[in-house]
């Protein structure tokens, strides 16, 4: 299980690694594959050596090796933070076939929560794909589990929808396709995913409000999208013993 959970990290470096080109790419319209990864100054294409996750960043101080241009700090952040909960994952599951369809909703929900927080804005291309994902690997690896998950997919985007309608102004269609997603992968855990991001979200606004006032805290636009990765992360981990834990206390 060691040697398992050190190869999820190490996996999960690397991909995270792709995702930060992904996070920056995307929205602008670029390729996710041309150029190779450059220096933002000097345009100077980065080494392969230079290029090692989070290690790289360590190693060059957080510098560029051409320009000294610095390197942002959240590069290694998010890789080291892929690492950590792909062995999460892994951890979780017991590395059986769970284990897929959570690394596939981590791998889709860090480059989520990163683009709605620097662009207000999920992308359809990869809530679409995530959801495809979801669905083919669910009817491969568990085909019996399936009408459950989209069953739990179809209620969470609906419930998101009808809030949308409702209030407009506090939830995006973004947000509806991404609580969809989450039924998909979760099924039924996707009840104490959605109930942690709605009180992480809530608590962010009190945190504003009691910073800003009411009226600042209503013209200041919070993405939901990261709570909603929050929650995902939350339901896959602990989702099942929680609802466990619910039925115990109150049921």
């Not at 594959?33 to 294409?45: D, G, I």
């Not at 909703?105 to 679409?128: E, F, K, Q, W």
Request: aromatic share 6%.
């Amino acid at each position: 299980m060691t040697a398992l959970l050190i190869g999820a990290g190490v996996l999960g470096a690397v991909v995270g690694s792709f995702l930060n080109v992904v996070v920056w790419r995307l929205p602008r319209g670029e390729s996710l594959v041309r150029p190779r990864s450059r220096c933002p100054r000097c345009e100077t294409p980065i080494r392969p050596w230079h290029n090692v996750p989070v290690v790289s960043w360590l190693a060059l101080r957080g510098r560029c090796a051409d320009c000294a241009a610095p390197i942002p700090a959240r590069y290694p952040l998010v890789e080291a933070a892929t690492a950590a909960l792909y062995a999460g994952v892994v951890a979780a599951t017991g590395a059986d076939r769970d284990a897929i369809l959570g690394l596939l909703l981590v791998s889709a929900l860090v480059p989520i929560a990163l683009i709605d927080l620097d662009h207000r804005r999920i992308p359809n291309v990869i809530t679409g794909p995530a959801a495809l994902a979801a669905v083919a690997a669910l009817a491969v690896l568990n085909p019996g589990a399936l009408p459950g998950h989209l069953l739990a997919g179809a209620l969470a985007a609906g419930a998101f929808f009808v809030v949308a309608l409702v209030a407009p102004g506090g939830m995006g269609m973004g947000d509806v396709k991404l609580a969809g997603v989450l039924g998909l992968f979760l099924g039924r855990a996707v009840a104490p995913a959605i109930f942690v991001a709605l009180v992480a979200g809530s608590a962010a606004g009190v945190a504003i409000a009691t910073r800003r006032g009411v009226a600042g805290a209503r013209k200041t636009a919070v993405p939901f999208g990261p709570f909603l990765a929050l929650g995902g992360v939350t339901g896959l981990l602990a989702g099942m013993q929680l609802i466990g834990w619910y039925m115990q206390t109150f049921v």
